[in-house]
């Protein structure tokens, strides 16, 4: 399980490396020391962790690799000039975004009932992906070893949008915690450091204390859903509305998915770093802006495909433009010579993964992962030739009111004071422009574009972070300047009415935000939380019979119900080994399989660990799949009778009388 003290370790070190070669990098980007602070943590990850993955090609991951790539990172910025001190940043701000922090870090942790059980909230069943934090940390090599499928055993490749995991495994790395403790600090420090960016920006467009504090209280808030559901029904809101998705507010995804909120991240750093490098950077300086730039960009790929990739690649574009063309005529050339110098930083850094996703999608098949259709939003009350018609609209005028009712209307009053000239002055206005570029082309690629490459519309649900991210920090903006004439005789009532409305829609989506606390804390009890409490004895016994490079079989389906959808995920969580066929779950993820190879995989194992298998089935799973190692449980049918103990194959290593047996492979030639 997640070790108290390992975790406490992890969140202070998580700071001190992306925070301290942020902070030096903030300096030189106009920020003042402490608003340096809010700026640190974003700009840190979205530097380090693409440098470090880089050098780690090269030597292997370690210590040395680590340390020396923060401090490369922070070197960097002896070549930009300091700020001088400005307005003074509310510390205050930092600590509420770290409180935050702890709603999508509970959500990972598991809970102790009182019978001993252990309970897990549902956002665990999206962090199964510890498995590849743990690889990474354990052995070292990049790219990683896949741990959920290796053809006849081998080491593998990984796919899969990993840097967000790489950073993890940093921590686990220096730590010596496991990759539990490690996901869940790194969690925190992503939400941390998404709140942060939001009040750092909200500090630059309005400096002072108010705006830095209600761009949090508007991030903060989710969905109008339990509202309307208590005003109108359950039932009437399904008929009325698509169902709740993953396309959600800043807390409920950094729950989830937060490799997908580090990627947002970056990208609004890279937009920050395009608005400075316009600002009239040149020489050496221009040359290490690019270099930050290129970085970023490939911190926002390497951890999401969807937010990273196909979302940036438009809407980072479409703000690369904005701040090419709104800018004088001087300086454009030299500007876009450094953006292209940027872009190639960018792809050779990414080339690697690009590369190995290209060639699993080929080898997947499946055609095509993206397709251009509307995002669903009208239920199932409405004919479905009005739905068809009517859900392009519905996004802006529906979905995103209901989903985002604290930064939605607040955000785009904000960017209004901010283009008419009513507040932030003119600085203001040339971040704002690409700022806003990347927002509204952002919620375009969710609103328009569909991925099929796995079971769920990532691109849909993930695109939209960015907008999220920028909306908050304009809410902040716009709910202060309220507040301030709401202080002024002259505008008092206009200021009133303007604050009592937004904070009304922040109240709105409040009640979600405590729903989506409370499961985190709380998690959800399974039939199958007592046998999981046991587990970790089991895979400490797995851990001493086969090293890190031996594949293992376990039962998919064991302990299904400990999520509401299946996942084997007490290996995935506790056992520090691979597997040679993780489930169809985390293979869609990970493996390079078509969908046919996937079922026929998963049947196999099924029919096995079910008690039905032959020693034909238990032959494929030595030679096809490569497993060196068999773990059998009493909650597996095939207990009893137990194919493998009949079987040359493999040899009894261990067992703990009614609980496992373990096998590892015996040297009989094929």
Request: glycine share 10%; proline share 7%.
């Given at each position: 399980m997640v070790s108290l003290p390992s975790l406490l370790l992890c969140l202070p070190l998580a700071l001190v490396l992306w925070g301290i070669p942020g902070w030096f990098l903030a300096r030189g980007l106009g920020q003042g020391r402490t608003a340096a602070l809010a700026l640190a943590p974003a700009l840190g990850w979205a530097t380090q962790t693409p440098a470090a993955l880089a050098v780690a090609h090269l030597f292997g991951l370690s210590p040395v690799v680590i340390i020396g790539s923060a401090a490369l990172v922070s070197l960097c910025a002896l070549a930009l000039p300091r700020a001088p001190a400005g307005g003074r940043f509310p510390l205050l701000a930092l600590v509420v975004a770290g409180l935050l922090a702890l709603v999508p870090m509970l959500g990972v942790l598991p809970k102790m009932m009182p019978?001993?059980?252990?309970?897990?909230?549902?956002?665990?069943?999206?962090?199964?992906?510890?498995?590849?934090?743990?690889?990474?940390?354990?052995?070292?090599?990049?790219?990683?070893?896949?741990?959920?499928?290796?053809?006849?055993?081998?080491?593998?490749?990984?796919?899969?949008?990993?840097?967000?995991?790489?950073?993890?495994?940093?921590?686990?790395?220096?730590?010596?915690?496991?990759g539990w403790a490690a996901d869940a600090a790194a969690t925190w420090f992503t939400g941390f450091a998404a709140l942060a960016l939001v009040a750092g920006l909200a500090f630059r467009l309005r400096p002072g204390s108010s705006a830095p504090l209600l761009a949090l209280l508007a991030a903060s808030a989710g969905s109008l859903r339990p509202v309307l559901a208590a005003l109108f029904g359950g039932a009437r809101v399904d008929l009325a509305l698509e169902p709740a998705s993953g396309l959600a507010g800043l807390l409920y995804q950094t729950s989830w998915s937060p490799h997908h909120v580090a990627s947002a991240t970056a990208c609004v750093i890279a937009v920050l770093l395009m608005a400075r490098l316009r600002a009239g950077s040149g020489g050496g300086q221009g040359a290490v802006l690019a270099g930050l730039i290129g970085l970023s960009a490939a911190a926002a790929f390497g951890s999401s495909l969807w937010v990273g990739g196909i979302t940036f690649a438009l809407a980072g574009t479409a703000a690369a433009l904005v701040v090419v063309f709104s800018g004088p005529t001087k300086g454009r050339l030299r500007f876009l010579a450094a953006l292209a110098g940027a872009a190639l930083v960018a792809l050779a850094l990414v080339a690697p993964l690009l590369m190995a996703q290209i060639h699993a999608a080929a080898t997947r098949g499946g055609g095509t992962p993206l397709q251009l259709t509307p995002l669903p939003v009208l239920g199932p009350g409405w004919p479905d030739a009005a739905r068809a018609v009517l859900d392009p609209l519905a996004y802006w005028l529906v979905l995103l009111p209901v989903e985002f009712p604290g930064i939605l209307f607040a955000g785009v009053a904000g960017l209004a004071l901010v283009f008419a000239g009513r507040m932030g002055g003119r600085s203001a206005r040339q971040i704002a422009r690409p700022l806003a570029a990347l927002a509204v082309v952002a919620l375009a690629v969710s609103a328009t574009l569909q991925s099929t490459a796995g079971e769920n519309n990532d691109l849909g649900w993930r695109a939209v972070l960015p907008a999220v991210l920028v909306l908050a920090a304009f809410a902040g903006t716009a709910l202060s300047m309220a507040l301030f004439w709401a202080m002024q005789t002259r505008r008092a009532r206009e200021g009133r009415a303007l604050l009592a409305a937004g904070?009304?829609?922040?109240?709105?989506?409040?009640?979600?935000?405590?729903?989506?606390?409370?499961?985190?804390?709380?998690?959800?009890?399974?039939?199958?939380?007592?046998?999981?409490?046991?587990?970790?004895?089991?895979?400490?016994?797995?851990?001493?019979?086969?090293?890190?490079?031996?594949?293992?079989?376990?039962?998919?389906?064991?302990?299904?119900?400990?999520?509401?959808?299946?996942?084997?995920?007490?290996?995935?969580?506790?056992?520090?080994?691979?597997?040679?066929?993780?489930?169809?779950?985390?293979?869609?993820?990970?493996?390079?399989?078509?969908?046919?190879?996937?079922?026929?995989?998963?049947?196999?194992?099924?029919?096995?660990?079910?008690?039905?298998?032959?020693?034909?089935?238990?032959?494929?799973?030595?030679?096809?799949?490569?497993?060196?190692?068999?773990?059998?449980?009493?909650?597996?049918?095939?207990?009893?009778?137990?194919?493998?103990?009949?079987?040359?194959?493999?040899?009894?290593?261990?067992?703990?009388?009614?609980?496992?047996?373990?096998?590892?492979?015996?040297?009989?030639?094929?």
């Amino acid at each position: 399980m997640v070790s108290l003290p390992s975790l406490l370790l992890c969140l202070p070190l998580a700071l001190v490396l992306w925070g301290i070669p942020g902070w030096f990098l903030a300096r030189g980007l106009g920020q003042g020391r402490t608003a340096a602070l809010a700026l640190a943590p974003a700009l840190g990850w979205a530097t380090q962790t693409p440098a470090a993955l880089a050098v780690a090609h090269l030597f292997g991951l370690s210590p040395v690799v680590i340390i020396g790539s923060a401090a490369l990172v922070s070197l960097c910025a002896l070549a930009l000039p300091r700020a001088p001190a400005g307005g003074r940043f509310p510390l205050l701000a930092l600590v509420v975004a770290g409180l935050l922090a702890l709603v999508p870090m509970l959500g990972v942790l598991p809970k102790m009932m009182p019978d001993g059980a252990i309970a897990l909230a549902s956002p665990i069943y999206d962090h199964a992906k510890i498995i590849l934090i743990d690889e990474i940390a354990q052995n070292g090599t990049i790219p990683p070893a896949n741990p959920v499928f290796g053809a006849g055993g081998a080491a593998g490749t990984v796919a899969y949008y990993y840097l967000w995991h790489f950073g993890a495994a940093e921590l686990a790395l220096l730590s010596g915690a496991h990759g539990w403790a490690a996901d869940a600090a790194a969690t925190w420090f992503t939400g941390f450091a998404a709140l942060a960016l939001v009040a750092g920006l909200a500090f630059r467009l309005r400096p002072g204390s108010s705006a830095p504090l209600l761009a949090l209280l508007a991030a903060s808030a989710g969905s109008l859903r339990p509202v309307l559901a208590a005003l109108f029904g359950g039932a009437r809101v399904d008929l009325a509305l698509e169902p709740a998705s993953g396309l959600a507010g800043l807390l409920y995804q950094t729950s989830w998915s937060p490799h997908h909120v580090a990627s947002a991240t970056a990208c609004v750093i890279a937009v920050l770093l395009m608005a400075r490098l316009r600002a009239g950077s040149g020489g050496g300086q221009g040359a290490v802006l690019a270099g930050l730039i290129g970085l970023s960009a490939a911190a926002a790929f390497g951890s999401s495909l969807w937010v990273g990739g196909i979302t940036f690649a438009l809407a980072g574009t479409a703000a690369a433009l904005v701040v090419v063309f709104s800018g004088p005529t001087k300086g454009r050339l030299r500007f876009l010579a450094a953006l292209a110098g940027a872009a190639l930083v960018a792809l050779a850094l990414v080339a690697p993964l690009l590369m190995a996703q290209i060639h699993a999608a080929a080898t997947r098949g499946g055609g095509t992962p993206l397709q251009l259709t509307p995002l669903p939003v009208l239920g199932p009350g409405w004919p479905d030739a009005a739905r068809a018609v009517l859900d392009p609209l519905a996004y802006w005028l529906v979905l995103l009111p209901v989903e985002f009712p604290g930064i939605l209307f607040a955000g785009v009053a904000g960017l209004a004071l901010v283009f008419a000239g009513r507040m932030g002055g003119r600085s203001a206005r040339q971040i704002a422009r690409p700022l806003a570029a990347l927002a509204v082309v952002a919620l375009a690629v969710s609103a328009t574009l569909q991925s099929t490459a796995g079971e769920n519309n990532d691109l849909g649900w993930r695109a939209v972070l960015p907008a999220v991210l920028v909306l908050a920090a304009f809410a902040g903006t716009a709910l202060s300047m309220a507040l301030f004439w709401a202080m002024q005789t002259r505008r008092a009532r206009e200021g009133r009415a303007l604050l009592a409305a937004g904070l009304a829609l922040v109240a709105l989506g409040l009640p979600d935000t405590i729903a989506l606390a409370h499961r985190n804390i709380t998690g959800e009890p399974s039939a199958d939380g007592p046998v999981f409490a046991d587990d970790p004895a089991l895979w400490r016994a797995v851990r001493r019979a086969v090293g890190p490079e031996v594949r293992i079989a376990s039962n998919p389906a064991r302990l299904e119900k400990l999520t509401p959808w299946p996942i084997n995920l007490s290996w995935a969580l506790l056992s520090r080994r691979r597997s040679c066929f993780g489930g169809q779950e985390m293979a869609l993820a990970f493996a390079p399989l078509s969908a046919s190879k996937r079922v026929d995989a998963a049947m196999l194992f099924d029919r096995v660990f079910a008690g039905t298998g032959t020693a034909e089935d238990v032959a494929t799973l030595r030679w096809t799949f490569g497993c060196g190692a068999i773990v059998v449980t009493a909650q597996d049918g095939a207990w009893s009778p137990d194919p493998f103990a009949s079987s040359a194959l493999y040899r009894l290593a261990e067992e703990e009388d009614g609980r496992w047996r373990i096998y590892v492979a015996s040297t009989v030639a094929r």
